[in-house]
């Protein structure tokens, strides 16, 4: 089964840092750019970042740019989102997900499947 | 940044009914947009890509069109599980964005 497992989300302080994880199984990991996107408590869906399948590219929302770093070990099957310095307005829950291909193509910014999101609060 | 914008933003319809929802994009992202549903405590599902191409496991019922500017996500009949909120999203260009959603809740 095709399969995305978010970890590591919890409560920080301001200014704190919280790394999550995302574990992938039943696919070829390695072959897959992916993606981390948001969702603040009843609000729509924020893109945060992208990377490519061997790491050469990366993007990031302007919101996150300079606080996230994201990385992925291909060992591992694991991707991560590094956030620091962060803020009361980064209290989200986070999905990992995965860019979509199909036999023939893939569709870089479009995603598939996803994890059923971690949760991150910042708060005091 | 491209922003989307979707309207309406509540859409209330009886089970067997059609729904259109519709998706502006402020610049062109020709036919690089998708349509996600989202019910509550889910994670999004991918329905349609790059505008008219369902996603794998996608019923029939569902239908995405437009280019450009402008698309349109139709349910040509209403089952009891679709009532749910509906994102579009570009990938023409960085950042990516969403629409604000559009939600479909029974009458």
């Known amino acids: 089964e095709v399969q995305l497992v978010e970890s590591g989300g919890g409560l920080v302080k301001p200014g704190g840092s919280l790394r999550l994880s995302c574990a992938a199984s039943g696919f070829t990991f390695s072959s897959y750019s992916m993606n981390w996107v948001r969702q603040a408590p009843g609000k729509g869906l924020e893109w945060v970042s992208s990377i490519s399948s061997s790491s050469t590219y990366i993007y990031f929302a302007d919101s996150v740019k300079g606080r996230f770093t994201i990385s992925r070990d291909h060992a591992k099957n694991s991707l991560y989102l590094q956030m620091n310095s962060l803020r009361a307005e980064d209290t989200a829950v986070y999905y990992c997900?995965?860019?979509?291909?199909?036999?023939?193509?893939?569709?870089?910014?479009?995603?598939?499947?996803w994890g059923q999101g971690t949760m991150v609060t910042v708060s005091s | 940044e491209i922003v989307l914008t979707q309207s309406p933003a509540t859409l209330s319809l009886s089970p067997g009914e059609r729904a259109t929802l519709s998706c502006r994009a402020s610049?062109?992202?020709?036919?690089?947009l998708a349509w996600y549903q989202q019910k509550p405590g889910q994670a999004p599902r991918l329905l349609i890509y790059d505008a008219s191409n369902r996603a794998t496991g996608i019923p029939a019922r569902f239908s995405g069109s437009g280019s450009g500017t402008d698309f349109t996500l139709t349910i040509s009949s209403l089952e009891p599980e679709d009532f749910a909120v509906y994102y579009c999203q570009q990938r023409s260009n960085w950042p990516l964005t969403f629409g604000p959603g559009t939600k479909v809740d029974i009458k």
């Open positions: 997900a995965r860019e979509h291909c199909s036999s023939t193509s893939c569709y870089l910014g479009a995603f598939d499947i």
């Open positions: 610049q062109s992202v020709s036919t690089y």
